[in-house]
């Protein structure tokens, strides 16, 4: 027995490799689910790389509707069939009024004179309904057909890929579900505005895997699949002990010098308190000592952001014509979790990005509703970056203007390391900016509250609200004793 490739992008990463050779492998789900689709591009894929194939279409769809359907994918190669590589026949219907055993009789004359490597019958379960002179199949006939049909199976020493409408209820009490070596289940549900496809490893005889959803789709290419983001196993390294700049200069004289190297800061506020702002200041302090960057925005397309960040004396396009910098932009409608994570990953290995903005993450919500699920796949993702030696600054908005505010999300306060509150305050009648660090882990910090304002030179940290109680709030208020002191001349 070995391991041979499956030739479905991604799902290698999934079974550690492929398929065992020999074996059976069930590709289950309801109609429409992409089966076919599964088992007709490993095939020719396959193909292409040497292996002789072949597909055997029941009753559901004739060779020439299966050819016309699969044309549409770039796996597909006519070319593939003249040089009998790729080999399809179909199995009538009057062969299967002939009965089981003329059906097995028949496999079995072609698989011994082709020889084929990998084969495919689509789909299993029409074959289970073989009509004999006209009587319905029992249910002890049918599961008699299945295990003389996978006991011929086994006898041809290669990889079988079987597809079946099943829903997953009923397949685990189904013998098909027994007798195959591994079973992959494909599924869809909707999530938000998308629909979203998912795969399933249920079973795997003799090898491992990583279980639980995965996510997948169709595309040209045919169907691609993205590995679930998990955490990271590398080996544990030295946490850095120094610091780098967050880009605005009186931020860090109350962080004492910056952030920690490889953590993660959290920029939380209000609308329009300018977190986007301070985001790119971070990005521009790195590019400006040589540090590729990366921005991840939910919210604003690159060109904004270009425009946004120039308004504020930040040149961003020089840095991206000389691809220090790349400007990501993902409607969080058509945001896929699992392809996204993969895609931030190359791009921080392919650029070696040391420096990330992620802004607008809490726009995450509309792509991953479930929140524990959204809190498991933010953790996981910010550590993906400190692992990889980038410092990241994420941005999140805080709905509440005034009164009493939810700091910040549940999904983000425990996967950060710093935290920065910004908030607008009324003060005589006038709005002014505040900040607060509310969490460093492993550095001291500045525990006071901070009058901040934005120029046309960027974000200027002022001093200290001191005289004034209520300031998170939104509505400060001067402290008894200042308001004696007005009143007064002279100290209560």
């Known amino acids: 027995m070995n391991i041979v490739p499956s030739y479905i992008p991604g799902l290698d990463d999934i079974l550690e490799g492929g398929f065992n050779k020999p074996s059976v492998v069930l590709v289950a789900g309801a109609a429409g689910s992409g089966k076919t689709t599964f088992a007709a591009e490993s095939l020719f894929n396959a193909a292409k790389s040497g292996e002789t194939c072949l597909f055997i279409s029941t009753l559901s769809e004739p060779p020439a509707?299966?050819?016309?359907?699969?044309?549409?994918?770039?796996?597909?190669?006519?070319?593939?069939?003249?040089?009998?590589?790729?080999?399809?026949?179909?199995?009538?219907?009057?062969?299967?009024?002939?009965?089981?055993?003329?059906?097995?009789?028949?496999?079995?004359?072609?698989?011994?004179?082709?020889?084929?490597?990998?084969?495919?019958?689509?789909?299993?379960?029409?074959?289970?309904?073989?009509?004999?002179?006209?009587r319905p199949v029992?249910?002890?006939?049918?599961?008699?057909?299945?295990?003389?049909?996978?006991?011929?199976?086994?006898?041809?020493?290669?990889?079988?890929?079987?597809?079946?409408?099943?829903?997953?209820?009923?397949?685990?009490?189904?013998?098909?579900?027994?007798?195959?070596?591994?079973?992959?289940?494909?599924?869809?549900?909707?999530?938000?505005?998308?629909?979203?496809?998912?795969?399933?490893?249920?079973?795997?005889?003799?090898?491992r895997y990583i279980s639980g959803k995965h996510s997948f789709d169709i595309r040209d290419k045919g169907i691609i699949v993205f590995p679930r983001l998990l955490p990271q196993t590398w080996a544990e390294k030295p946490a850095p002990s120094f610091k780098v700049s967050t880009g605005?200069?009186?931020?860090?004289?109350?962080?004492?010098?910056?952030?920690?190297?490889?953590?993660?800061?959290?920029?939380?506020?209000?609308?329009?308190?300018?977190?986007?702002?301070?985001?790119?200041?971070?990005?521009?302090?790195?590019?400006?000592?040589?540090?590729?960057?990366?921005?991840?925005?939910?919210?604003?397309?690159?060109?904004?952001?270009?425009?946004?960040?120039?308004?504020?004396?930040?040149?961003?396009?020089?840095?991206?014509?000389?691809?220090?910098?790349?400007?990501?932009?993902?409607s969080p409608v058509l945001y896929h979790p699992d392809e996204q994570a993969l895609i931030l990953k190359r791009k921080i290995i392919e650029n070696n990005v040391k420096r990330i903005l992620f802004d607008g993450i809490e726009n995450l919500e509309t792509s991953i509703p479930d929140n524990i699920e959204r809190k498991n796949y933010i953790t996981v993702l910010l550590d993906l970056f400190s692992s990889m030696g980038a410092t990241t600054c994420v941005n999140s908005e805080i709905s509440e203007l005034f009164g009493a505010v939810k700091l910040t999300h549940e999904a983000l306060s425990g996967a950060v390391d710093t935290i920065i509150l910004l908030r607008h305050v009324e003060i005589e009648g006038k709005m002014h900016g505040v900040l607060s660090i509310l969490k460093s882990r492993g550095i001291e910090h500045d525990t006071e509250i901070r009058e901040f304002e934005i120029t046309e030179k960027g974000i200027n940290v002022k001093t200290a609200m001191k005289g004034y109680e209520s300031v998170l709030s939104g509505s400060a208020r001067k402290t008894p004793v200042d308001v004696f002191k007005e009143a007064f001349g002279e100290k209560p």
């Open 248 to 330: 605005v200069p009186g931020l860090d004289k109350m962080l004492k010098g910056g952030i920690l190297k490889d953590d993660v800061m959290l920029i939380s506020g209000t609308t329009g308190t300018g977190k986007t702002t301070f985001g790119l200041h971070f990005i521009c302090d790195g590019l400006n000592r040589g540090e590729n960057a990366l921005i991840i925005s939910l919210e604003e397309r690159p060109s904004k952001l270009v425009r946004n960040a120039k308004t504020f004396g930040m040149e961003l396009q020089p840095f991206i014509a000389k691809k220090m910098l790349e400007a990501l932009y993902v």
């Open 65 to 134: 509707m299966i050819n016309s359907y699969m044309s549409r994918f770039s796996f597909f190669d006519q070319t593939l069939y003249e040089t009998n590589k790729m080999n399809i026949f179909s199995i009538t219907e009057s062969l299967l009024k002939e009965g089981s055993a003329a059906v097995l009789e028949f496999i079995n004359r072609k698989i011994s004179l082709l020889k084929p490597a990998r084969i495919v019958i689509d789909p299993l379960t029409v074959l289970g309904d073989v009509l004999k002179s006209g």
């Open 138 to 207: 029992t249910d002890d006939e049918r599961r008699g057909f299945y295990f003389d049909l996978f006991t011929s199976m086994k006898s041809w020493n290669t990889l079988v890929i079987i597809t079946g409408e099943f829903v997953l209820e009923d397949l685990r009490k189904n013998v098909v579900g027994y007798l195959a070596d591994a079973i992959i289940y494909l599924s869809e549900e909707t999530v938000g505005m998308r629909v979203e496809r998912n795969i399933h490893i249920l079973k795997m005889r003799g090898q």
